[in-house]
């Protein structure tokens, strides 16, 4: 079946305009997940949505930064007033029911902010 | 919170050789280990994972042992092949449940050469 998609794949956007950057889960996974990649650093966790549950934020940066996830399905990242330091590539992993550890990644969304 | 430090950051092995990285946390809670590989310019993917209540885990050429007592796990890579270049992630999910957010090491930059 597809995986995980995301859009854009590419972004350049100028300082302090808004971006919204979008998640497509695999179909039935109740867990999502959002992860910031810095030019060669690890996977900076963002926030996660589990099921009906309120999403665990605890890794946004700021409040410029927000999620949502309609539906239980597709997830936006909303980053506004964007700065140069939020370049990044934005990944976006899904996950099905408990049991299951493994989290499938999207593609990522490169963000540059000129 | 959890906090995983990964070694070594670069790694040179001559084809046939092996690789070893070693990641290191800090949550004695945490009880999920993967280790994704990231090829350049493509999303991480899983190789292989470990649980807490086990202590070595092997598929093929990859192995992953996990110490719990020193809070510490290591990715072995035997016979080791050009493919095998890439950047490799090791994580650990903190908390008892399977729904938790991954930490991430700060990847290990593998070259493999002929």
């Known amino acids: 079946g597809a995986g995980v998609s995301q859009s854009p794949s590419n972004k350049v956007t100028e300082k302090g305009k808004d971006v919204e950057l979008r998640c497509d889960p695999i179909?039935?996974?109740?867990?999502l997940y959002w992860y910031r990649q810095s030019l060669g650093q690890g996977l900076e966790f963002l926030i996660y949505?589990?099921?009906?549950?309120?999403?665990?934020k605890s890794g946004l940066p700021s409040d410029r930064f927000s999620a949502e996830r309609t539906g239980g399905s597709v997830s936006t990242l909303t980053i506004q007033r964007t700065q140069q330091e939020d370049s990044a590539v934005y990944l976006c992993?899904?996950?099905?029911?408990?049991?299951?550890?493994?989290?499938?990644f999207g593609p990522g969304t490169r963000l540059t902010v000129t | 919170g959890e906090n995983v430090e990964q070694h070594p950051s670069t790694l040179s092995v001559q084809e046939g050789d092996s690789a070893v990285i070693k990641c290191t946390y800090s949550?004695?809670?945490?009880?999920?280990f993967p280790w994704y590989k990231q090829e350049l310019g493509k999303r991480p993917q899983l190789i292989i994972d470990?649980?807490?209540?086990?202590g070595e885990k092997k598929d093929q050429r990859i192995a992953v042992t996990l110490n719990k007592t020193a809070k510490h796990f290591s990715l072995h890579i035997t016979e080791t092949q050009p493919e095998d270049s890439a950047v490799y992630f090791c994580?650990?999910?903190?908390?008892?449940?399977?729904?938790?957010?991954?930490?991430f090491g700060a990847g290990t930059q593998v070259v493999v050469t002929p």
């Open positions: 992993a899904s996950k099905t029911a408990s049991g299951n550890y493994e989290q499938y």
């Open positions: 179909s039935g996974h109740t867990a």
């Open positions: 949505f589990q099921g009906n549950s309120a999403p665990d």
């Open positions: 949550d004695s809670a945490s009880n999920y």
């Open positions: 470990i649980r807490s209540n086990v």
């Open positions: 994580a650990a999910s903190p908390g008892r449940d399977s729904w938790g957010k991954l930490q």
